[in-house]
Structures are given as C-alpha cells and as structure tokens.
C-alpha cells in the first residue's frame, strides 16, 4: 500500500507518523511519500518520521520529493494538509478583519474566505494531477477550510471526503468524562465543518443510551471551560456545540479578546520554529510533547481509521466526516458538504439519517451553506463582485460598509494568490 502526503513538510506530520506506525494493522503502509515544496522543513520532518517508524519497528519505506507529480503517482490515497502562503497569510487572516470589528480566524468569517480564496484552485491543481497518475486514488482533505474544500473537490468530479479533528476530539474527551472506551461512544454529530453541534453522546451505536443529559448535569463545567463558553450557554442549548461557535455565539466579545492578545498565528509560528528545531535533532524518534499544543489532536487515528475503510482494510463502523448531503438535511442542496455521521467503505462515505435538526442550528447552517455557495464560487470564478457577495452573505459580516471594506482589505493583502487579482 502506497501513501501520500501532500503538505508533508508540515509540522502537524509527526502526528500523523506516529498513528501511522502505532496502528499499522489497519494500514499497513508499504510507501509514505511526504510530498512539500519546502525542501528544508521536508528533510527535518522526514529525518524525523523516519526515526519514528524505526523506533516502533514500522517496516514501511518513507520517501520526501517536491515533485507532485511523482509523489502521487501509484498512491492509493493521497492526504492533503496544505497552508497556502504559511502562517505569515495566516497571520493576516487573523488581524485585518479586526479593524472592521469582525471576528479574525483561519477558517471563518473574512479570514476563512481567504483561506479559502487561496487553497481551491491549489488543491483543485494537485488534485487533477492525482486523477491523471491515478484516477483510482481517495483523495483525504485536512486543508481548512474543509467543508469548501470538499465541496470544490467533489463538485470537480474527484474521489474526496472531508476529514477534521473537532469530532473525535469529543468523543475522546466524553470517553474519559464517562470512563468508557472511546469506541463505546457514539456522536450525534450535525452541521457544516467547524460549525457543528452534538446534539446526543450514545453508549453503543446509533441506536444506543444517550447519555448527553447525565454528561451535562455532571460534567457540564469541564465541557464549558474546554469550548471556552460560559456553562450557561451550554445547559441553555442542551447541546454541545463546537469551540467554533463561540464566534457566533459570542462575536463580540471575542473580538475584544482577540484585540488584546498576540494572535494565535503568532503563537503557531513560534511554536513551530521550535518544533522545527527539534525535528533536526537526530536522537529525536518520537513526536515531541510541544506538538499536542500545535493542534490536531487525534487527527493521526482518525486518518487512519477513513483511510483503512476506504482502502478496505476494516476501520470503524461510523466516522464523522465531511461528504455530499444527498438528502441528509433536506433544507439544503444535495451537493452541500456536511458534517455527519457517516459509513464508510471503498465507494466512500454514506451519511446516516439525521433526526430534523431544531431550527435554532438549522438556521445557522442553512446561512452559511449559502455563504459557502457564494465563497465556493469566487474562489473558482475570481472577481471582486464576487468576493463582496461572499462577504456580504456571511453571518460573521453580514453589513454593507462591513463587507466592502473587508473586500478591499481582503483582495490587498492576498494580491499575490489571486490569479485575478
């Protein structure tokens, strides 16, 4: 089995490693072709994840190359992590929209149309090359923002699913709140990427005790503090929404935190300098503790677990990942990209039957898949009009002088990615 990861130079890469050799049963990986422009960060990050693999005896071959074309080629699943323009574009994500007052973040609001703006026609590109090599190959996407992403790849007739880390997250942190086995917990997961909301915890399966209530009632306050939202808000819901709601939920007040701390852009790049420092140690053979506070936790097992079932190779009977609507929520387009529950085998990903979510979360997804329309198309079609409309429809923007001043900031500080522009 040969696997590719485009975005191979990334820092997150050592996480990834590490799943992949841990849980080498469900893939066994023959190649892992590490796939970045980055030629030095490629030879850390590879140095290092092929002392990983000696060191819990992982047979595997691990390969680094720039060249796209040749990383790809035979792959039977290719992972994409990419970060258009790296954390100095990050860094701008985070810091423009808030001289309008609106929430700066990566993969939301303007930062995240930007983000995105940046990433389609990137991922679009590598993923025609995958076609041409090896038209049979999963393409798995991490690269944020995931649902358009996925939206963009699917629509372009390819072989895609959506995977992000926000749902496993929950189901490894409710495990230990309950003291069960992860895999005895089941997530009624519902919503669009980084918009979600648990809306039941099941011991069991689909059809098992929802013990959400009794999660609530004696955990309730480790919930809260760990989404960063006052507990209020989440006995009022019911519900256990993601962390990325607070933007929503409490704008504002998250626009005068972010007003007064350093980004977390700049902690991310920091971060990163020393976690690159230490990938070229060479009697480093493990991912590094200072990595868990990089992001992504448990996105290693959760790639593991969408690949081995679309590869055939087993896997978990339900994932949540992000794939066609087809009907799932019927006030949206079939061609919406969801977050779900789903089963998942070598055809790809099926989502279970969702129960009518309540129009307080159906509205909310309802708006921003119409933004996710308008961002998906300025993203392939370029232009100004069509980056103000995107704005404009955002719930996180959502005024006239907001979103022109947005657009005009927008289109200034990523000239550079915008063929049009």
């Known amino acids: 089995m040969k696997l590719a990861v485009v975005g191979g130079g990334s820092t997150y890469t050592p996480e990834l490693i590490d799943g992949f050799a841990r849980l080498r049963d469900s893939l066994p990986i023959e190649e892992l072709v590490l796939v970045d422009p980055a030629a030095d960060r490629l030879d850390l990050v590879g140095g290092l994840a092929r002392r990983i693999f000696a060191k819990q005896g992982h047979p595997g071959r691990i390969v680094t190359t720039s060249d796209v074309d040749a990383g790809v080629a035979d792959a039977d699943a290719v992972l994409l992590q990419l970060r258009v323009g790296g954390q100095a574009a990050r860094q701008q994500d985070e810091t423009w929209p808030l001289e309008c007052g609106c929430v700066g973040q990566e993969t939301t609001g303007a930062g995240g149309l930007a983000k995105a703006l940046r990433t389609v026609p990137v991922v679009l590109d590598i993923a025609e090359r995958v076609r041409r090599t090896n038209p049979d190959a999963w393409i798995i996407d991490f690269t944020n923002p995931v649902g358009i992403v996925t939206r963009a790849l699917l629509q372009a007739g390819h072989k895609a699913v959506g995977l992000c880390n926000v749902a496993i997250g929950f189901q490894r942190k409710f495990a230990k709140l309950l003291d069960v086995a ?210 404009l429809a955002h719930p996180l923007v959502g005024q006239y002088t907001y979103a022109e001043r947005l657009t005009d900031s927008l289109v200034a500080h990523n000239r550079e990615h915008l063929a049009w522009a």
Request: proline content about 7%.
């Open 182 to 391: 992860p895999g005895e917990v089941h997530l009624d997961h519902v919503g669009l990427n980084h918009l979600t909301w648990e809306t039941g915890v099941r011991l069991g399966g689909p059809g098992g005790t929802d013990v959400l209530p009794r999660l609530l009632a004696e955990h309730g306050d480790a919930v809260a503090a760990d989404l960063r939202m006052p507990r209020e808000i989440v006995d009022r819901l019911g519900v256990v929404p993601s962390y990325y709601l607070r933007y929503f939920y409490q704008h504002d007040a998250v626009v005068e935190e972010l007003r007064t701390k350093p980004s977390r852009a700049a902690e991310v790049a920091a971060m990163e300098q020393e976690l690159l420092r230490m990938y070229g140690d060479p009697a480093l053979d493990e991912k590094p503790e200072l990595l868990a506070k990089r992001g992504g936790a448990f996105y290693s097992e959760a790639a593991v677990d969408l690949a081995a079932s679309l590869l055939g190779n087993g896997g978990s009977p339900y994932q949540v990942v992000n794939t066609r609507n087809n009907g799932t929520l019927p006030f949206l387009p079939d061609d919406a990209v969801i977050e779900v529950q789903a089963t998942v085998d070598r055809k790809g990903a099926q989502p279970l039957a969702v129960p009518k979510p309540d129009p307080l979360y159906a509205g909310l997804i309802a708006h921003v898949t119409g933004y996710e329309d308008l961002a998906l198309d300025a993203a392939l079609r370029g232009g100004r009009d069509r980056v103000f409309k995107a704005l």
